[in-house]
T-cell receptor, first 109, second 112 residues
Framework: AQRVTQPEKLLSVFKGAPVELKCNYSYSGSPELFWYVQYSRQRLQLLLRHISRESIKGFTADLNKGETSFHLKKPFAQEEDSAMYYCALAETSGSRLTFGEGTQLTVNP | EPEVTQTPSHQVTQMGQEVILRCVPISNHLYFYWYRQILGQKVEFLVSFYNNEISEKSEIFDDQFSVERPDGSNFTLKIRSTKLEDSAMYFC??????????FGPGTRLTVT
């Protein structure tokens, strides 16, 4: 069965500092990995998906199949990055998403 | 930009009552999903729906739950006889297969 783990429930950094939100997964095949973000009082929205290999709002995430990780990184955090971040896995496009527990990121001024 | 909408935003119901949660997916999307998040826990998949039938469901989605697309625009989740442990945030999502799942704002269900 697939599983997604985000070991940090809370992460606090200062503005301008680098940030890394950790995500590990277990799945026997080749999954699709995503990062979703939920800003205060807003809906879940897609931030990144590994197959597009984009940088969105300065965030990047690299799929490491050897370590089964998909960590989210940003070199210089901004206050507006404060939000709940969820790592998620899907077996194929369109299939169910399995979410991690989420990491609440707070960027302090 | 089109969005998934959900009504009501908050529903309070008594244990044992039936409740229907409503969702309007994005109009050209063909795949629909329900997820739930119990307070302090993960977002969990309940069910996916395509071509007027359930395509996948989780172990949570037992006989008390049902889904329907009654009129080509709404997508509903019915809980026949609510339990206290059904209290959660329920999210609807839709996608057009090759793209991301777009989530609604959620319905907070409180069972008393």
């Amino acid at each position: 069965a697939q599983r997604v783990t985000q070991p940090e429930k809370l992460l606090s950094v200062f503005k301008g500092a680098p940030v890394e939100l950790k995500c590990n997964y277990s799945y026997s095949g080749s999954p699709e990995l995503f990062w979703y973000v939920q800003y205060s009082r807003q809906r879940l929205q897609l931030l990144l998906r590994h197959i597009s290999r984009e940088s969105i709002k300065g965030f990047t995430a690299d799929l490491n199949k050897g370590e089964t990780s998909f960590h989210l990184k940003k070199p210089f955090a901004q206050e507006e990055d404060s939000a709940m971040y969820y790592c998620a896995l899907a077996e194929t496009s369109g299939s169910r998403l399995t979410f991690g527990e989420g990491t609440q990121l707070t960027v302090n001024p | 930009e089109p969005e998934v909408t959900q009504t009501p935003s908050h529903q309070v119901t008594q244990m044992g009552q039936e409740v229907i949660l409503r969702c309007v997916p994005i109009s050209n999307h063909l795949y629909f999903y329900w997820y739930r998040q119990i307070l302090g826990q993960k977002v969990e998949f309940l069910v996916s729906f395509y071509n007027n039938e359930i395509s996948e469901k989780s172990e949570i989605f037992d006989d008390q739950f049902s889904v329907e697309r009654p009129d080509g625009s709404n997508f509903t989740l019915k809980i026949r006889s609510t339990k206290l442990e059904d209290s959660a945030m329920y999210f609807c999502a839709s996608s057009d297969r090759q793209d991301e799942q777009y989530f609604g704002p959620g319905t907070r269900l409180t069972v008393t």
